[in-house]
């Protein structure tokens, strides 16, 4: 690392320190010419390649940009938009990858924006899985509605089962 005061060629760390949950390191160096010191930040770069083999940072600020625009007139506040954004770049750096396809970024989204609003969903995934006809929003829904009763069917049974656990532990 060149040395922003004097341009020697080297310099030594000094100390290192994790910075924003592991995904930055800060260094703290010293000049061996000029024994000044300075900071450098080191960030892994997570690149996206769409579908046109064009390859581009990530980006929470799109992800926030698209998610934004599915859920126009919902009642979606900044901060669960924010998080959501928060969720998928974890997912998607979880992942381990330096590079990841836009295919997985998208299907990263749709699962935290489904149990965000699902009509937002709709719009996302229509947009995201390029719907063309009524059938397929019909299809999307259908799955949404499975999807839903069996939460319901799940919670009802654990409502069951604790309800009869109580009733058989009274006695009149």
Known sequence: MRCP???????????SREADDGQ????????PE???????????????????????PFSRIKIIGGVRKACQGRPVDEDSIALLAQKVEETVRAKGAAEIPSHDVGLAILGPLRDLDEVAYLR???VYRSFDSLADFEREIET?????RARAGAAGADGDAGAAAGAAGRTN
């Not at 930055?24 to 000049?31: A, P, T």
Request: proline residues 0%.
């Open 24 to 31: 930055l390191i800060r260094r703290r160096r010293s000049c």
């Open 34 to 56: 000029c024994g000044k010191r300075f900071t450098t930040h080191e960030e892994a770069v997570l690149a996206v390649v769409k579908r046109s083999g064009v390859t581009e």
């Open 5 to 15: 005061y004097c341009r020697h060629a080297d310099s030594r760390v000094v100390d």
């Open 124 to 126: 996302f995934a229509s």
């Open 144 to 148: 949404l509605r499975a999807a839903a």
